[in-house]
């Protein structure tokens, strides 16, 4: 073995001879960047191509080209390639953060117009077009509702399901059924609402409504879920794999049946990231308009009742108002939004909020 | 185990997933002694076979149990499968009434007699918008991933993480009014800079500009950023930490080790979360609707005002649509289920077979 | 390819939490040295300081000096990557990389110094391989997953992956407490083997494999929990198990405290 060891062929040094490197001084980066900005606004203002946005983005290339370069002649290749990666990674994020602010910012100052008792009050009916007041009552309690109910339907299947293709399923039925759990968080939502339209607004619903089709809340209830029930199984399904194997091992060994292990082990483990699942996809289903623009059929009045006549809910009342000719509607539709965007929200931080107290407490 | 509070003692290492989050939780030994009830019940699963054991029950509360979960997995399928039944049904009256060829006429005009409709344009325009929209997006979207996981300092990457998924949350109809509102200045001014110096690139053609393909992907790309990176930045976070550490003691550079060890341990899962916003591209309606110029015709120009979705078409023409229209709408709805199945079956495909070789290595 | 390591009054932290205090202790090269100690005495953060992995975790610091053949590792322009490929570390659990196989794992470290060419890379494997007595029982699956092997061939896997770059010294933390018992004496077979070119410190639990294994040995212990970990005696190895001269050496030793 010892023998062996000495000589080799040529090749390059894994080993450095020093430990220590040349670095690029702590200006350089500020330097070369100041540099490139000059650059960039020369070529932009001398050639009259465009204005300050040119410039920054030129000017971002130029760094970028320019930190590879020193750094490649002075660090090495190894170093440039982890510099230039970083800063692209670094810019990338600011890339970012400028579009997402600007939405954020829109949609609370333009939100906060419509924000009063007015708008959360009343619903739209009998508002005209040239009627400031008018709100989204009836739009709120259609949301609420439909939610609701797709919720009450989904949970018990969706776990039920993940459970079967964590702990039971063996096989080809068990993987088409994983595999099509996957197919099925594509399904775009407006297909979910055209299958409840075709399914149960125009074939099933007429049975019992003498015959006219039924746009109802809950047909909207109906394709909701059909959205959230993929999430669902998959965050379920997500949980309790990570369970550990041992933890199941020792109810077994004690001689705990496996449904009870499930029940009494298994779920109370995984429940914290089951509960986020569920509660991440009431709120995008909360957020969705499609299936509920072709299924509730919309209206301006307050109906309770999700299982006879039209139904509104908030993201289509959003998308109502944008498409109204009224020049107090857009007021309407931001406000909307903004409700909106906080009750998700809402959903969504409790959601996260909670998960993060339940593992505390185990 | 390890004497100081040091991460790669409780890091899970090669092949197995584990998140940082939910690892084995401390006391999960107690918990199984806590929950396990009678030792005694007697094993239904046969887990514990052998002589002179108490025989299963046929009927017990295991092959209930075990039933329900068999019929909720069961419940996927059907369904899948009943949404393209019931989109057949109601689209082949409607295919059977058009007059024109289904696959290459421009114009939608289900309403007319004889019904016209054709959904080759509004194809083209669905895939065209999603195609850019990820372009634009996935890699900014893994910039920003990585940066949150491996770059930020970690109370910045969690926080800013926390609002990256917060913003994921929230509805595309809001994305939608901020691109129809607010977006469509600078893009107009955009288009024009890019018309002028760029005309020789077929794609930015004359105007009138405006609500786009480049305004319509934009917004989608804007919007499917927060999904994207939020799934990544999941699938970045559960590297194990000993395959980072692995990598750095080995002598890699933070970009070298987010090479070797994160992204290719990452890459199912970006695929997976590409592919989901891949999906939510193609079937995103509101956004869409709001922002596209809605025109029926096959264009390469995306600065020219107009362009179309199959999804955004069925919004639209929704509320005016008599019996044909609808099924005209249904079967459009129909080539889109099919576009995103084949998108999705791909995808998955190329997942499991991936997950294959991690799995089976561990 | 060996090289000793001197480290002078170095004192660790986690954020405000200070693990080790004021270590001195010197590391001849060619030798196995065996950090031993209670739980939570500082040796793996010692083992860590050593390579700069220690830094690695958010809030964590290294005061004091610590010189590989009087290089000063912590020197501020001295290059973290370099000290880390000299510095080769095999960690407490078996970590291949579970996307490579055995071929892509041995090799990741030369390919991360860009070295491209196959036959190298292929020679290079082999050596790694045979050096960390895994050869025979890979060979012929190569191309497999380096994450399908059995914990003991994935922890000898490991440390064909961290010789492969040739390091001066290999650090090792644990290496064998994931690993049943004959995994464990083929790796201390291995170490045996390995000490003719690289200077090998080691942290075990295990006394009889300190003692078993090691030329020199240090031990680490705290007052309470909470106080940092100190080095208590440093000596040969023979000496520190047969005739200890602090007497809370000889209580550790003898099972009586720890």
């Known amino acids: 073995m010892t023998t062996t060891v000495t000589t080799h062929r040529p090749r390059p040094p894994a080993q450095p001879a020093t430990l220590r490197a040349k670095r690029l001084p702590r200006y350089a980066a500020p330097a070369i960047a100041v540099a490139a900005l000059l650059v960039a606004a020369g070529v932009v203002y001398g050639l009259g191509i465009g204005g300050p946005v040119l410039v920054v983005v030129l000017g971002a290339l130029c760094y970028l080209a320019g930190l590879f370069t020193a750094a490649n002649a002075v660090e090495g290749r190894r170093a440039a390639r982890n510099r230039t990666w970083s800063a692209l990674i670094h810019s990338a994020f600011v890339l970012a953060v400028l579009p997402l602010a600007s939405v954020v910012w829109t949609l609370v100052s333009k939100g906060v117009e419509r924000l009063d008792g007015n708008f959360f009050g009343t619903s739209m009916n009998n508002i005209g077009a040239r009627d400031a007041n008018g709100g989204a009552y009836h739009a709120i309690i259609g949301t609420l509702e439909q939610v609701g109910i797709a919720t009450l339907i989904t949970v018990p299947l969706g776990v039920l399901c993940a459970i079967y293709i964590v702990e039971y399923g063996r096989g080809r039925f068990a993987f088409a059924i994983r595999f099509f759990v996957d197919v099925m968080t594509g399904i775009p939502s407006i297909v979910t609402g055209l299958f409840v339209l075709a399914f149960w607004v125009l074939i099933v619903s007429p049975w019992f409504n003498d015959g006219r089709p039924g746009f109802s809340g809950f047909a909207a209830a109906l394709a909701l879920s059909v959205l959230m029930l993929p999430t669902v199984v998959r965050s379920t399904e997500e949980m309790l794999r990570l369970v550990p194997a041992p933890l199941r091992e020792g109810a077994y060994a004690l001689g705990v049946p496996k449904w009870k292990t499930i029940l009494r082990v298994v779920l109370p483990t995984a429940l914290p990231g089951i509960v986020t699942g569920i509660m991440l996809a009431i709120a995008r289903a909360a957020g969705e308009t499609a299936p509920v623009l072709l299924v509730a059929g919309g209206g301006a009045a307050i109906n309770f009742n999700p299982f006879e006549n039209n139904q509104s809910s908030l993201a289509l009342f959003v998308y109502q108002q944008a498409g109204e000719a009224s020049k107090y509607s857009p007021a309407r539709a931001w406000t909307a939004a903004l409700t909106l965007v906080a009750l998700v929200l809402v959903l969504t931080i409790a959601a996260k909020l909670l998960a993060r107290r339940n593992r505390l407490g185990r | ?362 | 390819m060996a090289k000793r390591i001197e480290a002078t009054n170095v004192t660790a932290y986690y954020g405000a939490f200070k693990a080790i205090e004021n270590i001195n202790l010197t590391v001849e090269p060619k030798t196995v040295t065996a950090l031993i100690g209670p739980s939570g005495c500082g040796k793996s953060t010692f083992l860590r300081s050593i390579n700069r992995m220690h830094e690695v975790l958010p809030g964590a610091r290294v005061e004091g000096s610590l010189t590989i053949d009087d290089q000063d590792i912590y020197d501020r322009d001295v290059d973290v990557t370099a000290v880390r490929r000299m510095i080769g570390m095999v960690f407490q659990r078996p970590n291949p990389f579970p996307t490579m196989s055995i071929f892509e794992n041995v090799v990741a470290g030369l390919r991360l110094n860009g070295i491209r060419r196959k036959s190298i890379l292929e020679e290079a494997a082999e050596k790694a391989l045979r050096s960390a007595n895994l050869w025979d029982e890979v060979k012929d699956r190569l191309g497999k997953p380096g994450a399908g092997l059995s914990g003991g061939q994935q922890q000898r896997l490991c440390i064909a992956r961290t010789i492969a770059v040739e390091p001066q010294v290999v650090l090792m933390d644990e290496p064998c407490s994931a690993l049943d018992p004959i995994s464990t004496l083929a790796i201390e077979d291995l170490m045996f083997q390995l000490k003719d070119k690289f200077t090998i410190v080691i942290v075990t639990h295990n006394m009889q494999q300190a003692a078993r294994v090691s030329d020199r040995t240090a031990f680490f212990s705290i007052e309470k929990t909470g106080d940092p970990g100190r080095l208590i005696e440093y000596d040969n190895t023979q000496k520190i198990f047969s005739n200890p001269s602090v007497k809370k050496t000889e209580d550790y030793i003898t099972g009586r405290f720890g």
């Open chain 2, 1 to 362: 185990m390890g004497e100081t509070p040091h991460r790669s003692a409780h890091a899970g290492t090669g092949g197995t997933r584990v998140t940082s989050g939910h690892e084995w939780p401390a006391g999960a030994s107690a918990r199984v002694a806590e929950t396990s009830g009678n030792p005694r019940t007697p094993i239904g699963n046969g887990l514990g076979g052998g002589g002179g054991l108490p025989k299963a029950r046929a009927f017990g509360a295991e092959r209930a149990f075990r039933g329900l979960t068999l019929a909720a997995g069961a419940a996927v399928l059907v369904i899948i499968a009943a949404i393209a039944v019931f989109l057949i049904a109601k689209a082949v009256p409607a295919l059977r009434a058009n007059t024109e060829d289904f696959w290459t006429f421009e114009g939608w005009f289900p309403n007319d007699n004889p019904p016209k409709f054709g959904i080759g344009a509004l194809a083209f325009g669905t895939v065209l918008t999603a195609l850019l929209a990820l372009l634009v997006a996935v890699p900014v979207a893994l910039g920003i991933a990585l940066y949150l996981t491996h770059y930020a300092p970690r109370r910045i990457g969690t926080g800013l993480g926390f609002v990256i998924d917060l913003l994921a949350a929230v509805p595309s109809v809001v994305f939608g009014l901020w691109g129809r509102d607010y977006l469509v200045g600078p893009i107009t001014d955009l288009s024009t800079w890019l018309n002028k110096y760029f005309s020789w690139i077929p794609i930015f053609g004359d105007g009138p500009y405006g609500s786009s393909i480049l305004l319509g992907s934009l917004v989608l790309a804007i919007m499917v950023l927060p999904i994207i990176t939020s799934l990544s930045r999941e699938v970045f976070l559960q590297t194990p930490t000993a395959n980072e550490e692995a990598a750095l003691a080995l002598g890699a550079t933070r970009w070298e080790m987010l090479r070797t060890a994160v992204l290719p341990y990452g890459r199912p899962g970006i695929i997976a979360a590409v592919m989901l916003g891949l999906g939510r591209a193609l079937g995103e309606t509101i956004a869409l609707a709001l922002t596209l110029g809605s025109t029926y015709a096959i264009s390469f120009n995306v600065l020219q005002s107009g362009g179309n979705t199959i999804a955004a078409n069925i919004a639209n023409r929704f509320a005016e649509a008599n019996d044909t229209g609808r099924g005209a709408l249904i079967a459009s709805g129909l080539v889109l289920f099919a576009i995103t199945l084949i998108v999705n079956i791909t995808a998955r495909a190329i997942i499991y077979r991936r997950r294959e070789f991690t799995e089976s290595a561990a």
